[in-house]
């Protein structure tokens, strides 16, 4: 993503947003929740928005809205510290409570079918659970799926973000399945990547939509394993995380500094 403004797509709109809470998820993930001061922006669980400063001095970045739309228009932001991102160490560093920052969007085609009643297996790393916990969320909210299995990587424990919420959701709820997996560190199993977990957990994909969202060689593994198992191709939706920026031309990114 490059340093200059983005230009906004047709149907997309900006809009002041207040800081109600900034929250230290991991040792590098803050999640932001953001309430909105006029107008709210209109988005589906999936998409993203471009987050900026409200002076402009800060390079606006993309990140994939955590949360299914909500009444009250908040709108929830996992962002992960990037060494030599200016807008993530921004979050970080230097965002408080009480501040405005102004969001911009809505974009992406990571979305679901509200309709579909398949089983849905939703895969996720780091922030990116971002998309994954809004998709989630619309899909318990329907009831229309049969069953929503989400399997979360974390390198440790530590890193298990909203195990809490997950558990409770599965207790609650029976069409609802939350499996971690460790790929560092102690813990009870499962241990492992994802893709190497999946033939243990699944004999079939086949009739199956899948949702990968984290880094791109995760995201392409999952891919490749979910295929394996009869996945078919036009039902895996994915979403690449990037750490570096990524170049524009004249339209806003489809990814960008989520991670």
Partial sequence: MAEERSVPTPGSFEEPYRVARLRRRTSVIAE??????????????????????????????????????????????????????????????????????????????????????????????????????????AGLRSRARRSL????????????????????????????????TLTRGPGQPPHGRIPALLPSTYESLADHDAFIAGAPAFVVACAAAATALGARRERIHTEEFFVEPQPWTDEPPETGERM
């Fill in 149 to 180: 299995t989400l399997i979360f990587s974390a390198r440790t424990e530590a890193d298990v973000i909203d195990r809490a919420l997950f558990e409770r959701r599965q207790r609650d709820q029976p069409s609802f399945r939350f499996i971690r």
């Fill in 32 to 137: 932001l929740e953001l309430s909105p001061l006029h107008g709210e922006l209109d988005y589906q669980a999936g998409e993203y928005v471009l987050l900026e400063d409200d002076r402009g001095e800060v390079p606006p970045r993309s990140y994939s809205v955590a949360n299914a739309p909500r009444p009250d228009g908040t709108i929830s932001l996992l962002v992960t510290r990037v060494p030599d991102g200016e807008t993530s160490r921004w979050v970080h560093d230097r965002l408080r409570e009480g501040d405005t920052v102004r969001l911009s969007g809505p974009y992406g085609t990571f979305v679901d079918d509200p309709a579909s009643t398949a089983p849905a297996l939703y895969l996720a790393a780091g922030s990116g659970l971002a998309p994954i916990r809004a998709l989630l969320e």
